[in-house]
């Protein structure tokens, strides 16, 4: 006989191997007591028992804090490491796909800037900072005029906006109703998918502006006093505190090859493991996938996006794709998170020139007529000032993710 199987709600927690003691958490105290053992045994015929004391203390306490303690929901051992990883890691960075070159001149201070000190006024030579770029890479190297992101050999992703349910005011027959449409979809799966929710600054701005410029439209002067006042209010509200809003963002990712189906509940087998790396180790070496392979990919992207929008709309989840313009804006903002320009589909997309357009002075603004046509004075061309070696030509000029 059966009998059912109550699952944790936190998929994700590890099991505990010892008391409330999981793997990573008991070899990191066994490793310390360890330590600490060999450093006792190697000096208790010389080192008092307080001065050694004194010693294990601090590092028991640091052992114990680093295997248990947690900080934002991510344990410090997590921490330390992503600590030492981000030391270590290079400073500048440039997006230059064929290699990195020399830093400039001009952005390295030189030797002869010189301080005076008030030891008898001697000067001291400033030391110039080492600058050492390293090329930028990006997990998306562009991003396809439909919005697919190319992954470059981890394959390509769509990214679409899924709309939120307040699941506390339904009914528990509406409640479970919502749960089994979503189970639906969770059953249909069939590759890795991603729900990301982000939490970002709300501009009101743009509200803001309509409601002024519209409130001298209105019929009724009640009317433009209520909008004239719902502007002053969001104006105010938007200086007291900071406006955030979430998005709920739907990634799907397909490989270039075909993948094979996973074996049982517990995943692949040790042989499909090892033949997704050798595969996956050959497109990194600089094998070229070719072009069959890549619409067949973004084929079985659009089925799998077409299969969420219609597994997921009787929940009452809106799934809405996005173009190139908002997947480049939504990648902008995650690897830019502070930035003071808010995302949106107006930026220049990926592979497009930036350019602005040239004025041209008319005739009545113009004191000397002889301005308004060009003329050619001989003598030598004017001399660019500031020559740099991050001389990367025109390409630099379009924005790629690389």
Request: charged content about 20%; glycine content about 8%; hydrophobic content about 45%.
């Amino acid at each position: 006989m059966t009998a059912p199987v109550r699952i944790p709600a936190d998929v994700d927690m590890h099991d505990r191997v010892l008391g409330p003691l999981t793997a990573r958490q008991l070899a990191i105290l066994t490793a310390a007591a360890a330590v600490l053992y060999l450093v006792w045994a190697a000096t208790r015929a010389f080192l008092p028992i307080p001065v050694f004391a004194a010693f294990a203390v601090p590092v028991g306490a640091a052992s114990t804090m680093l295997a248990l303690g947690r900080r934002d929901g991510v344990p410090m051992d997590r921490l330390l490491l992503a600590a030492i990883r981000q030391r270590l890691a290079p400073r500048h960075r440039v997006a230059a796909p064929e290699g990195v070159r020399p830093a400039p001149a001009w952005l390295i201070p030189g030797t002869e800037q010189t301080t005076g000190g008030r030891t008898g006024g001697r000067n001291r030579t400033a030391q110039p900072e080492q600058v050492s770029p390293s090329a930028l890479r990006l997990p998306a190297e562009a991003v396809t005029e439909t919005g697919v992101v190319d992954l470059g050999s981890d394959g390509l992703a769509v990214v679409a906006v899924a709309s939120t349910v307040n699941f506390a005011l339904r009914t528990p027959n509406e409640q479970q109703a919502l749960v089994a449409s979503f189970g639906r979809y969770l059953h249909s799966l069939t590759a890795p998918v991603q729900v990301l929710v982000r939490t970002e600054r709300l501009d009101l701005s743009g509200q803001i502006a309509e409601l002024r410029e519209r409130a001298g439209g209105l019929p009724h002067p009640a009317l433009e006093a209520a909008a004239i006042e719902h502007a002053d209010y969001l104006l105010q509200l938007g200086r007291q505190s900071d406006l955030l809003r979430r998005q709920v963002l739907l990634v799907l990712r397909e490989p270039l090859g075909s993948t094979a189906p996973t074996d049982g509940l517990g995943g692949p087998g040790p042989l499909a493991v090892l033949a997704s790396m050798a595969g996956k180790r050959r497109r990194q070496a600089g094998a070229q996938v070719d072009a069959g392979a890549r619409r067949a990919a973004e084929s079985r992207l659009v089925r799998r996006l077409g299969e969420a929008i219609e597994l997921l709309s009787p929940a009452g989840i809106v799934v809405t794709p996005l173009d190139a313009g908002q997947a480049t804006a939504v990648l902008a903002s995650a690897c830019n998170p502070d930035s003071l320009l808010p995302p949106s589909a107006g930026l220049a997309g990926a592979d497009e020139v930036i350019t602005t357009p040239g004025f041209e002075p008319a005739e009545d603004d113009v004191d000397d007529p002889s301005l308004l046509t060009p003329t050619t004075a001989p003598g030598p061309a004017p001399s660019r000032q500031h020559e740099d070696d991050w001389d990367y030509g025109d390409d630099d000029v379009e924005r790629t993710w690389s």
